[in-house]
Each structure stands twice: as C-alpha cells, then as structure tokens.
C-alpha cells in the first residue's frame, strides 16, 4: 500500500470517528443539575391584616386603681341611694338617698370621659362588698333600713373623703388630680350630712324606745 492510500484512509477514519463522538453529545441527556429555584419550594409570604390591639392605658398603676375604685363606688351609692329612696322611712333619709343619686351620677360620668380619654376601661358593676350590702339593705325596710344604710353612708364617705385626698396630693395624672380634688368638697358635704341624718335616725329610734316605756 502506498503511503498516499495509508494518510488518506487514517484521515477518513479520523473524521469519522469525530462524527460520532459529535453525535453522540447530541442525543445524551445533560446530566448537570438545574440552578433554576424550585416553585414549589417558594413561599409566598402572608397579606392577611393583622388584629388591631385594644390601645394600653396611660395611667399608672395608682391612678388607675383609683379611677376604677372611685367608679364601682360610684355606682354603689347610685343604687344604694335609689334603694333609700323606695325603702327609707324617713323623709330625712330619703332626700339624703336622693342626692346621692343625683351627686354620684354626676361624678360618674366626669368619671368615664377621663377613663375613656385615657383608655382605661372602668368596672360594669358595683364591687362584689358593695353587692353584699345592697342585697342585705334590699331586705330591710322602714327604721331598720334607715339606720343600717346611715351607719353604711357614713363609714362608706370617710374613706371616700380619704381616698380622694390621698388622689388629690398624689395623682400622677393631671386630669385624675383635678378630678379627686373638685369632687372632694361633694364628699365632704355628703359626709355631714351622712354623719347628721345617721344621727337624726338614732335620736329617732331613742324617742320612740323612751315613749314605749
């Protein structure tokens, strides 16, 4: 064989084996992971609003206390003086009843516009001590009911007259001082007459034991 039949058939036999090998590459799957970020594994992050919160009170913790004893008191005297007004036997005993209806409404509804200003939000009811006296003195009509709600209005206003100096030197909040220091001469009016009335009630009763005899 001549040199010039040898190159050319170890050429043809080169660039056939090309061929195939490019032909091969083609119709071989590419083995070579995807970079492409899975959709599945996509979070899509969540629009849903959240709850609005009930705003926080401003006051410290004493004036709140204050504000919320001063309002179940409140409403206590409110009842109690409606329930003098039905079962007193006194004249006496039933204007006293009806001033603290009138007065401690009044105070109330000062009351809740602070509290509202403020965002604290006050008792619904009387106190669960205030209950207890209001279904005692429920039971209770003519003499004895003036002399058990007396002796109560009375113990009941000095400790409101206490409680509302202490607010009215020791308040943080401007609004509550302001609040306990206009309402005090209220209570101290309340106090004599509750002091006076009580008194009015027992020198009735000795009147009555004295003519008995």
Sequence with gaps: MSSKKLIHTATVAALAFGLSQAAFAQTT??????TAPSTKSMTTPSTAPNK???????????DQKFIEDAAAGGMAEVELGKLAEQHGASDQVKQFGKKMVEDHQKA?????????????????DMSASDRREYDKLQKK???????????????????DVKDFESAAKKADDADVKNFASTTLPTLHQHLDMAQQTEAATKNERNTKTSSAR
Excluded: C, W
């Design 29 to 34: 799957p590419s083995t070579t992971p995807s």
């Design 52 to 62: 609005p919160t009930a705003p926080a009170s401003n006051l410290s913790r004493g």
């Design 108 to 124: 109330n509804d000062q009351l809740k516009k602070i509290a509202e200003s403020k965002g604290l939000k006050l008792p619904a």
């Design 141 to 159: 009509t003519g003499a004895d009911f003036d002399r058990e709600y007396m002796k109560e209005m009375v113990s009941d206003h000095k400790k």
